[in-house]
Nanobody, 124 residues
């Protein structure tokens, strides 16, 4: 099993930046592709970004492409989401998840382990 814990959320003005972190413990971190998802009030959970096991491949939702960057640091067992040019529509609880499969997946069902989430609020 893998335990994941998110941190780094907070309140920021539109146009600002935040960096989310996800610490993973348990089985070998490099055995998992990692993803970020988010859920806004009254809306369904949606895919944000994912990174492959090797870290060589990334994939982003169209809504965040060019503004968000996902990265991973295997020696410390962490994955990050750098969020720039934030918009009020980015307001949501952000979740980190671990996928034991190969490749990169944008569907939550592929991810076996989830964190509790961290709140990101972007004010206009």
């Amino acid at each position: 099993q893998v335990q994941v814990v998110e941190s780094g959320g907070g309140l920021v003005q539109a146009g600002g930046s935040l960096r989310l972190s996800c610490a993973a413990s348990g089985r070998t971190f490099s055995s998992y592709a990692m993803g970020w998802f988010r859920q806004a009030p009254g809306k369904e959970r949606e895919f944000v970004a994912a990174i492959s096991r090797s870290g060589l491949s990334t994939y982003y939702a169209d809504s965040v492409k060019g503004r968000f960057t996902i990265s991973r640091d295997d020696p410390v067992g962490a994955v990050f989401l750098q969020m720039n040019s934030l918009k009020p529509d980015d307001t949501a609880v952000y979740y980190c998840a671990a996928d034991p499969g190969y490749g990169i997946n944008a569907t939550g069902i592929e991810y076996d382990y989830w964190g509790q989430g961290t709140q990101v609020t972007v004010s206009s």
